[in-house]
């Protein structure tokens, strides 16, 4: 159970600034952690004002979720002042002894409590943070001879720069902004995690300012402290160098600004889903599931229970939101350690949703009106769910699968019942799948997972399919079955078919079986090289978006990265990485595959997938606009950070460099000019001798043009994603789209063939995108002429399987056979013909959507 920590409540006569000002104060927590925050501000009609009573509903509230350790209550002005006191006079006297009305600012005061209160702080010490909220903006601003004052924001109580016991460290402040309110606050959430038998002190050297008390928000930002200055840190007490440690570490991600250089090179855990030895852990990764259908229902829409008081519905409420907060940590837990930091931050995000004032406050208004604590939940979960649904964005829409998961557990918790986690042996149907059940299920026991509503890209789907286990997404009402009927699905051709007919069901129970025996053969030489039976020997390396995704290609035999997306690798950064930072990220990649080469993309941006830090203007048609190398003709400094980090790493790593969106000579000319001036920039005369350079292959005229476009060069990448939108005219992403975007169809096979058959002499082709890691088509592809593959990191050793089973000689048969066929269809049919393990079409309708 969470320990009490004090709550607050904004008065205020606007609700909008109330909000936005609960907003801001949020955005300095960080996990699932933090003091309930209660807003009571405006009038019913949505004018301006404050009620009383209304004030002392928030109180009683905030009391309850605080588990009584006390309530700071911030006032805007005026009426605000006389509706807080006169709700101290509504509230039952023992309620009444536990609130403090605080004179301080609203917003600052807010910030500084919010932070306080996280940390674990009592009452007295919030309020205190809360009055001395303008503190920092007092000593930049009012120095009395009108500049910015230089006096120390708290005097050394002994005249002497550093406690004689005191641990110190100096630690860089390196973020654009400096230490503004957000990593201010991140810097006192870690002091607090050691407080309080471990204390510390702060002072910034550069501008002589402290020390101060660095549990105090509003004193460490009285420290102002900036880009390029240097504070002195000073610990006391029995964990002072475990807390200097993570405060160095801290900073050097900019206190949480630049999720940088900590970020991918912490040392994560990510153990392979499709090899860990722990139980429960790992599903079938065979992308097919036949077995009885076990239905688990939402509770939201079936919620029914008896009200007690008022009181008592508030604090049955609380109560419940709490205990699923505790389950959440332990799931992000348990996700972190077998899936990695980013599964483990989706609870964390669930968590923050039990503290959305939206849903709360909905809820707890629904229960002063008479409503049970089931009913009034339920009601407020539904409406925050439905305002996805009004969103343009697919992605954006899914996320209300998030909203109903974490609203049907705290149903759960208030009627008594089961916690969603299932271990009964079936295939799951569920209306969406919930990222709790995902991680929690047992994959040993759970064949696969149904869901009639949500797409493929929903939290849970990614979770699970990243398990191991097999998930059919968007059934409809086909997955309305008894309990116990069996149902059989192929997540690679989006089949499902009810209760089938015995001997459909034993040659689907056959393909399972040899699917299963051949991953098992695959994981067990997935280090061993994949070599034809003639003896050539075909590369097969992993597509990276991630040093975890990495480390994972490493551990299933991936022969290096034939394609680093560095987009991918730093989508979340809000500035751009310097040359400094992507040296490490890079070189740290290629320490993971020494010996093996590591390819490195140049960014691919573009209207369709920007970056933060590199915005580009919207267009009527980003697929035909400045995508890739284009993006930078205007501007290339950032293209040239990034190769001057290329140049210096592959001093010392075996490294490649790819331009994507090459379409002419000019544009591979200005390429190779623009990394010759990186190498001088990185110091060196020239490119490393040992950087080879290449280009991406993915618009037909590259394709046509390769004879002169690979001049010089010493590989080329086909994309084979991008190749069959620009080939077929069909944005790969359009589901409407999909008869038309046939990766099979032989327009598109035939520009593959051109390109092995136009390089110049001792030029590598590969080629990565969803083809590569498609394990029936690896044969194809290399009869085409494809030297090496790049797939995603699951599927390395599976393609690599299919290889060591055929000769090039067959394979060369089977690519001349696809070329003459008339389209997409009669090629996946002989292509299914030449597969070691059979695939079974089930009959019935297609599904909408599959895991794929």
């Not at 001879?145 to 924001?153: E, H, L, M, N």
């Not at 022969?559 to 040359?579: D, I």
């Amino acid at each position: 159970m969470r320990p009490a920590v004090v709550s607050l409540v904004v008065v205020s006569h606007s609700r909008a600034l109330a909000e936005a000002a609960v907003g801001l104060a949020t955005q300095m927590l960080h996990g699932p952690t933090g003091p309930h925050v209660e807003v009571a501000a405006g009038l019913e009609d949505g004018g301006l004002g404050t009620d009383a009573g209304a004030v002392a509903r928030a109180v009683s509230r905030a009391d309850a979720l605080g588990g009584g350790a006390g309530v700071l209550v911030l006032v805007d002005l005026g009426s605000a002042v006389l509706s807080a006191e006169m709700a101290l006079e509504l509230l039952d006297p023992e309620v009444a002894a536990r609130v403090r009305l605080s004179p301080a600012p609203l917003v600052e005061g807010l910030l500084a409590a919010v932070v306080t209160a996280a940390g674990g702080a009592d009452l007295d010490t919030c309020a205190r943070e809360a009055d001395a909220g303008l503190r920092a903006k007092d000593e930049h601003l009012r120095d009395p001879r009108g500049g910015v004052s230089s006096a120390p924001a708290e005097a050394s109580e002994t005249g002497t720069t550093t406690t004689p016991s005191a641990s110190s460290l100096e630690l860089a402040v390196t973020a654009e902004h400096g230490l503004h309110a957000r990593p201010a606050a991140r810097l006192v959430a870690c002091a607090a995690g050691r407080a309080p038998r471990t204390t510390l002190r702060l002072r910034n050297l550069t501008a002589g300012r402290g020390p101060v008390d660095g549990l105090s928000l509003s004193a460490v930002a009285t420290l102002d402290a900036q880009q390029g200055h240097v504070l002195l840190a000073e610990a006391v007490g029995p964990e002072a160098e475990q807390l200097l440690a993570e405060l160095e570490e801290l900073a050097l991600m900019g206190f949480g600004d630049l999720p940088g250089p900590a970020e991918p090179l912490a040392e994560v855990d990510v153990p392979a889903p499709a090899v860990s030895t722990e139980p429960g852990v790992a599903g079938s990764g065979l992308e097919a599931a036949i077995g009885p259908a076990v239905r688990m229902e939402s509770v939201l829409e079936t919620a029914d229970d008896h009200a007690g008081s008022v009181p008592e519905e508030h604090q049955r409420l609380a109560d419940a939101v709490v205990g699923v907060r505790a389950r959440l940590a332990e799931l992000a837990e348990q996700a972190r350690r077998h899936l990695g930091q980013g599964e483990a931050e989706v609870f964390e995000a669930h968590a923050t949703l039990l503290q959305d004032p939206r849903i709360t406050e909905a809820a707890h208004a629904r229960i002063e009106a008479g409503e049970p604590a089931t009913e009034a939940w339920s009601a407020a979960v539904r409406a925050a769910a439905e305002a996805f649904a009004t969103l343009a964005d697919p992605y954006q829409r899914e996320r209300g699968q998030d909203v109903h998961g974490v609203g049907d557990r705290v149903v759960r918790m208030l009627l008594g019942l089961e916690e969603p986690e299932s271990t009964a042996h079936g295939v799951l149907v569920v209306d969406e799948l919930d990222p709790a059940l995902a991680i929690s299920l047992d994959a040993s026991k759970v064949q696969g997972v149904l869901t009639r509503n949500g797409g493929t890209t929903g939290h849970g789907v990614l979770i699970a399919t990243a398990r191991g286990v097999p998930v059919l997404t968007g059934v409809g009402d086909r997955a309305d079955v008894p309990d116990g009927t069996v149902v059989a699905f192929d997540a690679r051709s989006g089949d499902l078919v009810v209760d089938p007919e015995p001997a459909l069901r034993e040659a689907f129970e056959e393909m399972v079986l040899a699917r299963s025996r051949e991953r098992g053969r695959a994981l067990r030489h997935a280090r061993s090289p994949a070599v034809t039976t003639d003896g050539v020997r075909v590369r097969v390396k992993a597509n990276v978006s991630s040093l975890a995704v990495a480390r994972l290609g490493a551990d299933l035999g991936a022969e290096g990265s034939g394609l680093v997306r560095t987009e991918a690798v730093f989508a979340q950064w809000r500035q751009a990485p310097s040359v400094d930072q992507q040296v490490q990220v890079y070189a740290a990649m290629a320490a993971v595959y020494h010996p093996h080469p590591v390819t490195i993309r140049t960014w691919d941006v573009g209207g369709d997938k920007p970056l933060p830090f590199h915005p580009l203007p919207v267009e009527g048609n980003p697929f035909l606009s400045a995508r890739g190398l284009r993006a930078f003709v205007e501007d290339p400094s950032l293209l040239l950070d990034q190769l001057q980090a290329v140049c210096t790493v592959a001093v010392d790593h075996p490294l490649a460099v790819l331009f994507p969106m090459v379409t002419t000579v000019q544009d591979v000319r200005w390429a190779r000019e623009l990394l010759a001036t990186a190498a001088r920039r990185a110091g060196l005369s020239a490119p490393p001798p040992g950087l080879q350079v290449g280009i991406m292959v993915e618009v037909p005229a590259a394709a046509l043009g390769i004879a002169h476009l690979a001049q010089g060069l010493d590989l080329v990448s086909i994309g084979s994603n991008d190749l069959v939108q620009y080939t077929l005219a069909a944005e790969r992403g359009n589901p409407r789209l999909a008869a038309w975007s046939d990766a099979l169809d032989p327009a598109v096979l035939s520009l593959v063939r051109s390109v092995t058959a136009g390089v110049p002499e001792g030029v590598r082709v590969g080629l990565c995108g969803a083809m590569a890691g498609d394990p029936d088509l690896a044969g194809l592809l290399v009869g085409l002429g494809v030297q090496e593959l790049s797939a995603s990191a699951a599927s390395v050793p599976l393609v690599k399987q299919r290889l060591r089973t055929g000769s090039t000689a067959e394979f060369g048969d089977l690519a001349a056979r696809a070329l003459a066929c008339p389209d997409g269809a009669s090629v996946r049919a002989l292509v299914q013909e030449a597969q070691p393990t059979p695939t079974v079409r089930l009959s019935g309708p297609r599904a909408v959507g599959t895991a794929r």
